[in-house]
């Protein structure tokens, strides 16, 4: 009789968890671009292969921007790229585990280059929340799922000052312009009680390689000190962000752009970049004793030196040149789960290192790399 009802309780245990439990894994992956009709298809398959393989539990997949190469003069093209990216995709979209809509896709810089593109890509992503800014609806927007919200912020819009200018036509990127939006977000989230916040934007706020002219704190290039007032508003807007981070409790800021993974707690919240599932990979920050063998958009230690002060990185002999010490990166093609639970969050890289010559191929098997938790 006791064995009966120790079964008994174990079985409505086992049932009260499945009900009530919200546990759930999600995977997170970014710039995919490559040359195979503007995707790195040997890459990104590989990868989102061994995702399904190694965790065919895994909900879905937040990826933050740039799947494709995109064109400047040709929107046709892109939106034939992102159609090719999502037949790419097809094992993660067909997964009989996987929860709608697959993927929850973000905007990258490569994805808008041309005044066409933001409608081509609602039309290619058409399973996404209509809640956005109402000018970037299907661009930036949120959901709630378990017991987590996810905010997904454009941070590559168009320039709309005049709609019927044609020779007014530009990108208008790289900052978050309706941060209005974010804080109501973040904080009804915050108010209903949900015990992870995770925010996406393919712009990183504290730039780990190669972009340290760009990002949200959007330097450019030949800055002087004091910053003159356009750029020290851009500083003080990716500061404003951080802050509501703080302000609201934040998990994770997690993005791309940066080809390459990185890691870092900056005032008690981690950005996470998970930035290359093809596109090549970049080095990270100059240290001082860096080769001169630079990528196109990469800077020798001198030059770095500059945004380093203005950034406030840790930088000079025996530092990382990075915002915070506690940077872990590796330059790895990759992607990551995030296993979430009430209590924490267990973050988990998977990724493999480049061919030897190449950054665009790799040849080592796709290992865990990194392994952390962020506990709430
Ligand atoms: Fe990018």
Known sequence: MKNNINTITAALLLITNLTFSQDFKFAAMSDSRGSDNGVNTPVLSALINHMLETTPDVKFVVFAGDMVDGHKYDPDRTKRELLHWKEVMAPVYNHPNIAWPGVWPVVGNHEVQHREDEDNFRDVFQDVFMNGPKEQKGLSYSFDYG???????????????????????????????????VENDLKSAHERGVKHIFTFSHEMPFPIGG?????????????????????????????????????YNADAHISGHEHTYGRQEVDGVFQIVNGSAGAPLYNFNPLPDADTS??????????????????????????????????????????????????????????????EGSNTEFDTEIELIDEFVIEK
């Open 211 to 247: 972009h340290l002219r760009d990002g949200l704190p959007n330097l450019g290039k030949k800055f002087q000190t004091p910053l003159d007032s356009t750029r020290q508003w851009f500083l003080d807007r990716r500061d404003a962000f951080w802050e509501l981070m703080k302000k």
């Open 294 to 355: 630079l990528h196109r958009y990469e800077m020798t230690y001198e030059e770095a030196v500059p945004y380093y002060e203005v950034l406030e990185y840790q930088y000079g002999p025996g530092k990382n040149s990075q915002r915070s010490e506690n940077f872990v990166g590796y330059k790895i093609f990759h992607y990551s789960i995030y296993e979430v639970t009430d209590e924490k969050v267990v973050v988990k890289t998977y990724g493999a290192y480049p061919k």
């Open 147 to 181: 017991n987590s919200h996810f905010t997904i912020i454009n941070t590559d819009a168009w320039y709309y000052g005049d709609l019927s200018d044609t020779s007014d036509d530009r990108r208008d990127w790289h900052y978050i312009k309706y941060m209005d939006w």
